[in-house]
């Protein structure tokens, strides 16, 4: 059944690493800062908007943004600061809505179709998560999380702009046409190669022509969102309980060396998968099937939470000696579980939706 009344809001956290540095450094409020690593391949994790100004930006090499900056505070990132910091903001939201669907670290997806007053009760928000956390989001309001989305990332920081369909349309129009999630640097080049530009220029683009370049489907998807249509649910996402790699070899393996290379391996993947959404787990596991189909998982919870791939190969290896396999493996895998931010995970709201496992 059709609903009456769509209203989503997207919120996103402006210059989320670097307010949270400034919240307990407050004398550096006002200069440019650089959340970035060290050595010769460290890259921007993100700027704050004094040195956004000097054209610094994520991704952007660190040895770069110096040079761009060379009076920016180049802070080193603290994750467990910002995964604190984000419990905090989203635990705030938790309390006031109930379907949230988080996109990251710092944004999120509501759905206020039911509420009677989402403009007052979103501002209301935005004013308890600044004067609790310091931290200052960035709104959008709109009947689609497409609309949603693209309003809050073209008027950050500090946006609150509600948008309909029609007036994204017309307003986005002369804009690049990457300005739609959805659109890459990929689709945005072969769109330049038909001479479409801007989203004004894909809207009015012969369909005909869209659909010889990039097939009926996808044409048809992108002609939707340059018009903003989009009827994509808010859905709660409860984070995966745990991640696993494992390999099945091509012929079964007796070779201890070669079963701890592979070892080894899935477990820097692991620790890469934990790292890049900043979670950490205390349990890792082995599974481990024989040439007979025999199957046994040995697993181990260690004392503190890990997101390296060094530790997670060093107990996996230790549970592999000490199970010692009595015949050639089949399948080799490794699993991580007993996350630290499991008690955060979201409760409340249907449909949950299940990421991964691997
Ligand atoms: P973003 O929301 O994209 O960026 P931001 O919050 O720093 O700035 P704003 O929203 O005001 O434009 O990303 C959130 C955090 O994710 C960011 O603070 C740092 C991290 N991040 C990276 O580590 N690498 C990246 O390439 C990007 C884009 C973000
Ligand atoms: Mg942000």
């Avoid at 200069?31 to 991704?59: C, H, K, Q």
């Avoid at 996109?103 to 979103?122: K, M, N, Q, R, T």
């Avoid at 048809?220 to 649910?233: G, T």
């Avoid at 991580?336 to 995970?345: G, I, K, N």
Wanted: overall charge positive.
């Amino acid at each position: 059944m059709a609903q009456a009344r769509r209203v989503i809001a997207h919120l996103d956290i402006d210059a989320f690493y670097a307010s949270v540095e400034l919240r307990r450094r407050p004398e550096l409020r006002g200069l440019p800062l650089i959340v970035a690593g060290s050595g010769p391949r460290a890259v921007v994790t993100t700027a704050s908007y004094e040195a956004r100004r000097f054209g610094v930006n994520s991704a952007m090499p660190a040895a770069r943004a110096r040079a761009l900056c060379p009076d920016a505070v180049v802070l080193a990132p603290d994750f467990e600061a910002y995964r604190r910091a984000s419990g905090e903001v989203w635990s705030l939201v938790r309390e006031q809505v109930q379907l949230i669907q988080s996109a990251g670290i710092d944004e999120a997806y509501l759905d206020l179709s039911e509420e009677p007053f989402p403009v007052a009760l979103l501002r209301r928000l935005v004013a308890r998560v600044h004067e609790r956390t310091g931290m200052t989001l960035s709104v959008g309001i709109g009947p689609s999380r497409l609309v949603a989305k693209t309003a809050s990332a073209s008027f950050k920081p500090a946006a609150f702009v509600a948008m309909s369909r029609e007036q994204a349309a017309a307003h986005f129009a002369p804009h690049a046409a990457r300005v739609l999630q959805g659109i890459g640097p990929k689709t945005a080049e072969r769109l330049a190669g038909l001479g479409i530009q801007t989203v004004g220029q894909l809207q009015a683009a012969s369909a005909e022509l869209l659909a010889q370049r990039f097939g009926e489907r996808m044409a048809c998807e992108l002609q939707a969102r340059a018009h903003f249509h989009d009827d994509s649910l808010v859905e709660p996402v409860r984070i995966a309980k745990s991640r696993s790699s494992e390999v099945t070899f091509p012929t079964d393996v007796a070779d201890a060396a070669t079963l701890e290379r592979a070892l080894i391996g899935m477990a820097a993947e692991l620790g890469e998968g934990l790292r890049a959404r900043t979670r950490r787990a205390r349990t890792i596991a082995i599974k481990v099937r024989l040439d007979d189909w025999t199957t046994v998982t040995r697993a181990r919870t260690i004392e503190c939470f890990t997101d390296s791939g060094e530790t997670i190969a060093a107990v996996a290896l230790e549970l592999l000696q000490a199970y010692s396999p009595a015949r050639p493996v089949r399948l080799l895998g490794v699993r991580v579980a007993s996350f630290e931010d499991e008690s955060d995970m979201p409760t409340r709201g249907t449909p949950v939706q299940l990421v991964l496992p691997l």
